[in-house]
């Protein structure tokens, strides 16, 4: 199952954009890479998910390299509730994996006033 | 609004006292799961479900049952609880298993302590 690396922890200021790395490098072809947020000890909340191309939502942009082998989360203008631990996340769809999302570690990020 | 609910969202309870926690998805979603969360292991997987009466073991089933009867239901069953267990639980569903394109959702979560 591929794995993910992402720093412990980073600060931020408020107003600027997040940048949050994660490294994939044995991902599959056919592997989602998705990423996740958890305040505190709610349940984890969806941000986005990309496969090759880069996406932008609402909530964020994923910036994925073109060997797959990492990515980059951007929170453009970072919030005070930004604060969290974020999870970059490869999911397994092999289908007796049952579509299993593997978290590491995940990234602390403080965004500081 | 799409709601994976848990219940209870706090529980004590004592060694060997079987107990339940219950999953409810509203969103008509195939797959279901359950994960534990401890310090320092992250979210691990402890079942899942594929569709109703199709279940199968994570990566920590050890210690744990479940059942999917209802399309909409999926209770995690503990039949004779131990401290090992004391934990933070999370119910999560999504559309289909398959196809890495399905967004998969998240209850608020459950706080197990076996005492």
């Known amino acids: 199952d591929a794995k993910t690396t992402q720093p412990t922890s980073m600060d931020c200021a408020e107003g600027r954009a997040a940048n949050l790395p994660c490294n994939h490098s044995t991902i599959s072809g056919n592997e989602y890479v998705y990423w996740y947020r958890q305040i505190h000890s709610q349940g984890p909340q969806y941000i986005i998910h990309?496969?090759?191309n880069n996406e932008t939502n609402e909530m964020a942009s994923l910036i994925i390299t073109e060997d797959r082998k990492s990515s980059t989360l951007i929170l453009p203008h970072a919030t005070l509730r930004d604060t969290a631990v974020y999870y970059c996340?490869?999911?397994?769809?092999?289908?007796?994996?049952?579509?299993?999302?593997?978290f590491g570690q995940g990234t602390e990020l403080s965004v500081k006033p | 609004e799409a709601q994976v609910t848990q219940n209870p969202r706090y529980l004590i309870t004592v060694t060997g006292k079987k107990l339940t926690v219950t999953c409810s998805q509203n969103m008509n979603h195939e797959y279901m799961s359950w994960y534990r969360q401890d310090p320092g292991l992250g979210l691990r997987q402890i079942y899942y479900?594929?569709?109703?009466?199709?279940?199968d073991k994570g990566d920590v089933p050890e210690g744990y049952k479940v059942s999917r009867k209802e399309k909409r239901n999926f209770p995690l069953i503990l039949e004779s609880p131990s401290p090992n267990q004391t934990s933070l639980y999370f119910c999560?569903?999504?559309?289909?298993?398959?196809?890495?394109?399905?967004?998969?959702?998240f209850g608020e979560g459950s706080w197990l302590t076996v005492v």
């Open positions: 990309g496969l090759k």
């Open positions: 999560a569903s999504s559309f289909s298993p398959l196809g890495g394109s399905n967004t998969i959702y």
């Open positions: 996340i490869v999911r397994v769809v092999r289908y007796n994996q049952g579509g299993k999302l593997i």
């Open positions: 479900s594929m569709n109703v009466e199709v279940t």
